[in-house]
């Protein structure tokens, strides 16, 4: 076997296990678009021409919504490749699959509230800094709700399963900020139509909830600085205030970078004087690898030890310890 056909059986692979267990039970529409593309012949050589680390289902999806200006479907993204191969290829080299999913605030609310207040918050991979405005949303924990400081922001609900310690109270934050490779700005609409081509279609009511906690963003935009989170998180972290409980935080982010560089990452957070919250799929996080319930789960985690389980989107939340 060629290297060529190497690339193409592990994309074609990639694409179903995508289907399987990604977007079923999610998004019926890309279920049915993954398994297309990793059959069609064509496609899974235009993926394959691409970088390995630009060959995901969602980068591509995304970038053929943007330009078609509808979610795709098999012929219309089988077109688009072949007509516009070199815009569609610049497009997915200079954007990055950065869904800013602001229900994922819902699970980490309980471990930020157990903390010393008040809060420095630093979010590794902040994309456009929804998930830095916690304070301002409000909360409905199947019932135990939390008012929110902005009263135009949204609700965002979780269904807390078992004893989950839920807080009585929001956290004080008296300083945050994100960082990220490239910082997507509430402000400037392409970075938003970005944002929005990101959610899949079928998935309720998120892309309601996006546009609500963009419209509350741009009330008052989050700072989020460019930088690589494996090497500029000290000087960030350094700008803290020294009063504040410094807390390092991601979701869904850290398993974009390759494993070696993980354990970089868990190094330079672990030599910062800060609290490391995280939110990943079962085993990103060294020291969290637990049977996956499905695609959809991820293991809340303070400093590498496990938490919770959660789904990827904050819709639920289970406390282990």
């Known amino acids: 076997m060629t290297q060529a056909d190497g690339d193409a059986a592990a994309v074609a692979r990639t694409y179903r296990e995508f289907g399987r ?10 279920q049915e678009l993954a398994e297309a593309v990793a059959g069609d012949t064509a496609l899974v ?11 995901q289902p969602n980068l591509l999806f995304a970038a053929a919504r943007y330009l078609l200006g509808a979610p795709p479907a098999i012929g219309p993204l089988r077109e688009l490749a072949r007509r516009s191969e070199a815009e569609l290829t610049q497009l997915i080299l200079s954007r990055r699959t950065q869904t800013n999913e602001p229900a994922r605030c819902a699970v980490l609310l309980p471990a930020l509230a157990r903390l010393p207040q008040p809060l420095a918050l630093i979010e590794a991979g902040a994309s456009a ?3 830095l405005l916690l304070d301002r949303y409000s909360y409905d924990y199947a019932g135990h709700r939390l008012a929110g400081r902005d009263p135009d922001a949204p609700t965002l609900r979780c269904e807390p399963r078992g004893p989950v310690p839920l807080p009585e109270r929001l956290p004080e934050i008296s300083w945050r900020a994100g960082l990220d490779l490239n910082p997507l700005d509430v402000t400037r609409d392409d970075d938003v139509r970005w944002l929005s081509c990101l959610v899949w279609p079928g998935e309720g009511d998120r ?17 989020v600085h460019r930088g690589d989170l494996l090497t500029d998180l000290p000087a960030l972290a350094a700008r803290a205030p020294a009063d504040a409980t410094l807390v390092i935080y991601h979701t869904s982010v850290l398993w974009y970078v390759a494993a070696d560089k993980r354990e970089q990452f868990a190094r ?9 919250l995280s939110s990943e799929p079962p085993g990103v996080v ?9 695609g959809h789960t991820c293991v809340v985690a303070r400093d590498g030890r496990s938490l919770a389980l959660t789904e990827s989107h904050g819709t639920w939340l289970e406390w282990l310890t």
Do not use: C, H, M
């Open 268 to 276: 330079t957070v672990r030599d910062l004087d800060a609290t490391w």
């Open 45 to 55: 050589s235009f993926i394959a021409s691409l970088p390995p680390e630009k060959r």
């Open 207 to 223: 892309a309601e909830r996006l546009a609500a906690a963009i419209a509350t963003a741009r009330r008052d935009p989050p700072a």
């Open 21 to 30: 267990q990604e977007a079923r039970g999610r998004s019926a529409a890309y």
């Open 129 to 131: 800094g929804l998930n």
């Open 286 to 294: 060294p020291g969290t690898a637990r049977p996956a319930r499905d």
